[in-house]
């Protein structure tokens, strides 16, 4: 097994916390910036050679312990006849805001050959990375790829969204993503992925028992149907906003690996999930504070995780959510020297 895993980095007898982040590829970074000159982000992703490079970006220069396939969450919905371009946020062609548009999302092709460029840049990226390293993969959360559908965004209010779990578009656009949805996370686990990340960036938009009533059993069936397709690719899910009784709702799934964003404690959760790793959770606002803020904010933090008794050998480190645009680059190296550095058992 990797690395980020089991077979963590040692020095000196001493185990080190791994620590990637997402949207480490991204443009805050020179690297991605040189790429992007020559190119255009719908390209990037869909070039495989381009999105290897961009992926292999951070990994070189900041030293991440594992790569994620640089990719967007919304070619589902492409792939389902909505359009997409970037201007320069994602924009679709039309929105599923009746029962009746359901009967406009059409495949554009079989999904395993609409997503054969997420296959073949896994290729190229596990040929490319150390072996020291892990390849993570990504999809969207069906929640939240349902909230673009509708809305075009995946924050707010989203009265559109939450009435569709009610009038049918809900489980209309299910029946469709869903088998389509487990392709993708397929074709990524045979081009080499590790381990794929489902990222439910609007799931803390729902309450609590909407939350535990329409979204934990399409969750449930993705994981499931895709753990009998793949049993040794782990399976991280990601969610944003959610609070103890989201989290709570997901015992029983075959997670791997739970991240969270900054609201919720690393320790609590991990109590929660006995047997599982946490990923996270520091705020990535930090990264814009004054480095000896930023540096003093996470040996803080550390301190006090280890204090209250985090299990570092469960703990993948990261931030709560991705790096934001206009970070320091230097401030993303410091921190990934610190962790690697001082965060150790």
Not at 36 to 64: H, N, R, W, Y
Not at 88 to 116: I, T
Not at 139 to 150: A, E, R
Request: proline share 5%.
């Amino acid at each position: 097994m990797n690395n980020i895993f089991e077979n963590r980095r040692q020095t000196n007898g001493k185990t080190h916390v791994p620590v990637w982040f997402m949207r480490q590829a991204g443009r805050y970074h020179a690297h991605y910036q040189a790429i992007k000159a020559k190119s255009d982000f719908i390209s990037m992703c869909k070039t495989p050679q381009l999105a290897c490079d961009v992926t292999m970006g951070p990994i070189e220069d900041f030293k991440f312990d594992a790569a994620i396939l640089f990719s967007d969450l919304l070619f589902p919905l492409e792939h389902l006849g909505t359009g997409l371009r970037y201007d320069p946020g994602p924009k679709l062609d039309w929105h599923l805001d009746s029962v009746a548009k359901l009967a406009s999302l059409k495949e554009l092709a079989p999904a395993e050959q609409f997503f054969k460029f997420q296959k073949d840049a896994c290729i190229l990226l596990k040929k490319a990375l150390p072996t020291d390293r892990t390849l993570l993969g990504f999809v969207g959360g069906p929640f939240t790829l349902y909230t673009y559908v509708t809305e075009g965004l995946h924050d707010g209010n989203l009265v559109s969204a939450k009435q569709g779990l009610h009038d049918g578009r809900w489980e209309g656009f299910l029946e469709r993503l869903l088998p389509n949805l487990i392709t993708e996370m397929r074709v990524q686990a045979e081009g080499g992925a590790d381990a794929v990340c489902l990222f439910d960036t609007a799931a803390g938009e729902l309450s609590p028992g909407d939350y535990t009533r329409f979204v934990v059993p399409a969750l449930k069936h993705v994981m499931t149907e895709f753990k009998k397709l793949c049993p040794q690719t782990r399976i991280t899910y990601y969610s944003k906003h959610t609070q103890r009784a989201h989290l709570e709702a997901l015992h029983g799934l075959p997670i791997d690996t739970i991240g969270i964003d900054w609201r919720c404690d690393l320790v609590e959760t991990q109590k929660m999930f006995p047997g599982k790793y946490v990923q996270g959770n520091f705020d990535p606002v930090w990264l814009h504070l004054p480095q000896d803020v930023l540096v003093e904010n996470l040996r803080t933090w550390h301190k006090d995780l280890m204090k209250r008794g985090l299990d570092s050998s469960k703990w993948i480190c990261g931030l709560g959510h991705g790096v934001t645009i206009q970070t320091p680059e230097a401030n993303v190296r410091r921190a990934v020297e610190l962790v690697h550095a001082e965060f150790t058992y």
